[in-house]
């Protein structure tokens, strides 16, 4: 059974406090892997696709990495704008297009 | 980027009663798109695939007959919540693979069965 880990389930920091957000996932094969962030009531937007162990993608203060085991969200000098639940997801090889398995969050919540 | 737009955000309702829950792609078309269920502190768990023009496909464990899905046309797939109770209160949320690899979502449904 595919399963998607994710650590810690909250995370305070304060601003300018850099950390990291843990993904550990065990499947079949791996399509893909994504990194959300969710707002209150909101649905997910989309962040990041990883498809490869050693890939790294990066937008503004957040930086994705992938292993063969996990992967990794970079928040570097975060801003309380910051605050939200990061989810990841991962998509399985063989599997229908699109479908992903979730984990159930890391809620991230920077103090000014 | 794509929009995925989901209608209401939300609802409530009394025990017993019928919801649906409309999800439209407005800016491209989906052949597929995906429910999902998402419980407080809990993972967005998969629901069903509506596929257009034919049948959903449900998850193990998820009621068919409860959870009725139509996927009308290329832009619209409709989830009704059939004589709701109050464990069925939840975030409904849905999505659709848009231009890319990435899955779009709506915004979501709340849903507050009393």
């Known amino acids: 059974e595919d399963q998607v880990t994710q650590s810690p389930e909250a995370l305070r920091l304060q601003e300018g406090e850099s950390s990291s957000l843990n993904c550990s996932y065990t499947?079949?094969?791996?399509?893909?892997l994504f990194w959300y962030r969710q707002d209150p009531g909101k649905g997910p937007e989309f962040l990041f696709t990883?498809?490869?162990a050693g890939e790294e993608k990066e937008k503004e203060r957040l930086k994705a990495t992938l292993t063969k085991k996990e992967s990794f969200l970079h928040i570097t000098a975060p801003k309380p704008e910051d605050s939200a639940t990061y989810l990841c997801?991962?998509?399985?090889?063989?599997?229908?297009?699109?479908?992903?398995?979730f984990g159930k969050g890391t809620l991230l919540t920077v103090n000014p | 980027g794509a929009v995925v737009s989901q209608h209401p955000s939300w609802v409530i309702c009394k025990s017993g009663t019928s919801v649906k829950i409309e999800c439209r792609s407005l800016?491209?078309?989906?052949?597929?798109m995906f429910w999902y269920r998402q419980f407080p502190k809990q993972s967005l768990m998969l629901m069903a695939t509506?596929?257009?023009?034919?049948?959903?496909?449900?998850e193990q464990g998820v009621e068919k007959d409860k959870f009725l899905i139509n996927h009308a046309s290329l832009t619209l797939s409709t989830l009704t919540v059939t004589s709701a109770h109050p464990e069925d209160s939840s975030f409904y949320i849905c999505?659709?693979?848009?231009?890319?690899?990435?899955?779009?979502f709506g915004q979501g449904t709340r849903l507050t069965v009393v």
């Open positions: 499947v079949s094969g791996l399509r893909g």
């Open positions: 990883l498809y490869s």
């Open positions: 800016d491209f078309q989906a052949t597929t």
């Open positions: 509506s596929n257009e023009g034919s049948k959903a496909t449900y």
């Open positions: 999505s659709a693979p848009g231009p890319g690899e990435q899955a779009f």
């Open positions: 997801a991962v998509q399985v090889s063989g599997g229908s297009n699109y479908k992903l398995t």
